[in-house]
């Protein structure tokens, strides 16, 4: 279709407001176009985060030379005619306002050469002025570079943020785009500095290596038919005939702090959808911990005539015909992939079973009741008979649901079940000394006091103990660190690699000697002394996702976030066996602390059942 301007009637019908916002709304805009061009290779060169210059070159179809002049002019494009296309959008684009935006806030220069033609057209704006216009060779394609971007708009620039943050975006764009995208090859050069690079295989594995590392991408499970669909370039263009959710979501064991890596996508267009992103996390009900949040890349297809992409200017947001079908179909595939590919989790022991479902009521050993019976009994058939892995999960994921909880086993100690709260004017007070009794559930130290019985969970008691000493080291400025034998490469994600260089002195003082390596890798040199025995490459990717939300953070803060991920990373875990001295000599650090009965992030330590209540419960006192 030749470039057109939309007639009014249409202007009218199409959400309008600013596309332009920041040096990454402009790249995002240019990839589009590239994308909707047809290119198999993309190429953005940035220089200072975008705010001097932005270059992104395609080998794409490129603009006939007679309509390059058109394609700056508002609401000029090829890609829409009539009010009844703007129902079933093909394209990326259809406002025909990004470049006319993009030109009268920057100098623009434009080099294309269309396909069919034999020579191609340089054109260049100054601030929404024709500047240049002449006829340049170059292979068939489009290079448009941007340059000085609001430099004449004041009320703009002041918003801009630092080259660093505004760098940070531009990654965001790059890595979701080369997921959305895996058979176009990505290349994303700073200052002069290739900083990540999509092999263009068409497979989608190989670009969740390259923007998460190979240990993540090997930690994530594909979601949808193996197979169908996912080798192939998710073509915009092709309609499908029903609602699939396909794509990669990692396993529990690869969670973040927020929401930021759940990547979402509309017949292959990024969305940003609260409702979406809410599917992929109830898929995850009862296998995380509460805070912690997916790894996905889900990418949805729906029949384009039951979606709108007309909602928003920036088109980030879309809008179902019907959203509870696409919200099911993106929460059951992903609950389905992790089901299958997970290992049932050990079957609860007896003692365990009925700890867990007493708590889970109003007391502490709650009186029988219809729930409890049909709770212990799906745990029961669970244990018993030789279900499949998912079957075993969904169980007992019912089970735990009925009793309240929300986690792994090893979490309930977590939960602020009442028996904790009943006792919480206990928790700031120092532990009189224990007599050690024995372990439960290899996740609890059961001690006696002079006030009645302790149960102790071992991995949050262990993390109180060493966050109160690393403290201490920290605040003589003495946290040991010690150099690894052989220093250590680690690939981080590719729009975390930024971050990462810019807290590597905080890192320093914490005991990390960390250096840049090229790239989003990253050569660790030394780590806490207590972190020798640890997995280095996960331990520097669960920091920088603690580092991540710290946008605005004190430095102290951050500090102490790090060091908790230490100690919490550190700390025993549950389902340990413990001998006798070891439990000893755990509670005895523990009795040294100064508040025992918490751990480093507010959850109890230890459940006390006193004297007087157990005698309530026997009922002793009538
Ligand atoms: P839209 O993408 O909504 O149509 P734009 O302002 O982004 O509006 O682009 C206007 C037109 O310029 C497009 O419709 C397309 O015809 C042409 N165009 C822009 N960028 C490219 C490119 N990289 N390759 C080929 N054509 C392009
Ligand atoms: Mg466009």
Redesign the pocket.
Known sequence: MP?QILSDALVARIAAGEVVERPASVVK??I???I??GAQEIRVECIEGGKRLIRVS?D????PSDEAPL?FEHH????LKSADDLAVIHTL????????SIASVSQVTCV?RHVDEASGTLIRFDHGHVVAHERIGRTPG?T?TVEHLFSRVPARLKFLKSTQTERGHIDGIITRYALAYPAIRFTLVHDGRQTFQSLGTGNLRDVLIEVYGADAAGQMVEVGDSGSGLRDQPLISDSPTLITASGYAALPTLDHSNRTKITLFVNGRPVQDTKLSYAVIQAYHTLLMTGRYPVAVILVRVPTEDVDVNVHPAKAEVRFREPDAVFSAVQRAVRRALLDNMAPPEPPSVLTQQWAVGSGESGVFAPASGDRIAASDVIERATQSPLSGSETWDRVGIARQANGFGGYPSDIGHDSSPISTQNSELKTRRLPALRILGQLALTYILAEGPEGLYLIDQHAAHERILWERTLAQHELGAIAAQSLLDPTPVTVPADSAYLLEGQLDLLRELGFDIEPFGGATFLVRAVPALMIQDDIANALREIISDLEMGDQALRKDLEARVLKRVCKRMAIKAGRVLSFAEMQALVRDLEACESPRTCPHGRPTMIHLGVAQLAKEFGRLG
């Open positions: 470039i805009e240019l589009e176009n590239a909707d061009a395609d794409g179809g490129g603009i394609a000029a494009t090829s890609k684009g259809f406002r025909g306002e990004a470049l006319a294309t489009t448009m």
